[in-house]
């Protein structure tokens, strides 16, 4: 069975553009999170989806970021514009639709802003 | 509100010396309490997990106690190898939520 994909795994890109994020997660997995880590800090949650719907969007940090997550299939993550403190891991997990079920991460995307 | 608390590295041992990773936790509730590993190159992967206070989580030679008085989950190996260089997260889930809380991480790096 396939786990948490990821694409794209590495990004570099400049100051003021834009970079779209995609994660596929865990067939049947209803649940699906964003998380990041900036280098060297702790991993924070983003936001949470169940199904196509937002359940908690608390960790987003601003505007700036957009998750969607169309059908309650795959889901995107949209930076625009990205800025230098964007830079960091973007992990994306999924976990089936029971509260405490074990939570499964991809490998993540590692994005640079220069 | 909840927060993982964790030792900085990194942590430099010899193979097959003994490995403590302390991680203690600040929560409301009782929650679940996880320890996470990052090796080279790849994502996260569970490495064990504890449900409730004095329970024992084990997994590929690592255990940790849930200790509810000292507020602690405390990662332990008897003897480290090469193999288990990567890094190690210390997480909660609180009772009331699906959301993780992460600590900093810590990485581990074990010489032959």
């Known amino acids: 069975e396939a786990g948490v994909t990821q694409f794209p795994s590495h990004s570099v890109i400049e100051k003021g553009q834009t970079v779209t994020l995609r994660c596929d997660p865990i067939s049947g997995h209803d649940n699906l999170y964003w998380y990041r880590r900036v280098m060297g800090k702790e991993i924070k949650f983003l936001l949470h989806f169940v199904k196509e719907s937002k359940q908690d969007e608390s960790g987003m940090p601003n505007n700036r970021f957009l998750a969607e997550r169309t059908g309650g299939t795959y889901s995107t993550l949209k930076v625009q514009p990205a800025e230098l403190e964007d830079s960091g891991v973007y992990f994306c997990?999924?976990?089936?639709?029971?509260?405490?079920?074990?939570?499964?991460f991809g490998e993540g995307s590692w994005l640079t802003v220069v | 509100g909840n927060s993982v608390t964790q030792m900085e590295g990194p942590v430099t041992l010899s193979e097959e010396a003994f490995l403590t990773i302390n991680c203690t936790y600040t929560a409301t509730g009782y929650p679940s309490l996880f320890w996470y590993v990052q090796y080279p190159g790849e994502g996260l992967q569970l490495l064990l997990k504890a449900t409730k206070a004095d329970d024992k989580g084990s997994n590929k030679g690592f255990e940790a106690t849930y200790r509810k008085e000292t507020t602690s989950f405390h990662l332990e190996k008897g003897s480290v190898q090469v193999s288990d260089s990567a890094v190690y997260f210390c997480a909660l889930r609180s009772a009331y939520g699906n959301k993780l809380v992460f600590g900093a991480g810590t990485i581990l790096r074990v010489k032959s």
């Open positions: 997990a999924s976990s089936l639709s029971l509260s405490g079920n074990t939570i499964y």
